[in-house]
């Protein structure tokens, strides 16, 4: 059973950082997409940061571009979400998600296509 676990939100003003992490577990593939999503309470869920587990290929949303990086660690089956200059409007629940295989470049931060979600961790911002 593939297994996400998101952690590291909470409450920080505009401007700061923080740093999410989603930990998997249960997983047989070497090589799949993992995203980042988030939710705002009466929004639609949006993909903001992609990256291919065995290729290392990563893709952003220009919301987050230059303020949030991807990045992974293999031994630790962990990847992050570094958070940097932080708005308001950022704030969401984040989750992680994962598939196996390959992903088109337009499909990669596109929720419906991926099979594995996390629970989710809350991210507030204050300006």
């Known amino acids: 059973q593939v297994q996400l676990v998101e952690s590291g939100g909470g409450s920080v003003q505009a401007g700061g950082s923080l740093r999410l992490s989603c930990a998997a577990s249960?997983?047989?593939?070497?090589?799949?997409?993992m995203g980042w999503f988030r939710q705002a309470p009466g929004k639609e869920r949006e993909g903001v940061a992609f990256i291919y587990i065995g290729g290392g290929r990563i893709y952003y949303a220009d919301s987050v571009k230059g303020r949030f990086t991807i990045s992974q660690d293999n031994a630790k089956n962990t990847v992050y979400l570094q958070m940097n200059s932080l708005k308001p409007e950022d704030t969401a629940m984040y989750y992680c998600?994962?598939?196996?295989?390959?992903?088109?470049?337009?499909?990669?931060?596109?929720?419906?296509?991926?099979?594995?979600w996390g629970q989710g961790t809350q991210v507030t911002v204050t300006s």
């Open positions: 998600a994962a598939r196996s295989g390959h992903l088109a470049l337009s499909l990669r931060l596109s929720s419906q296509f991926y099979n594995y």
């Open positions: 249960g997983y047989t593939y070497s090589s799949r997409c």
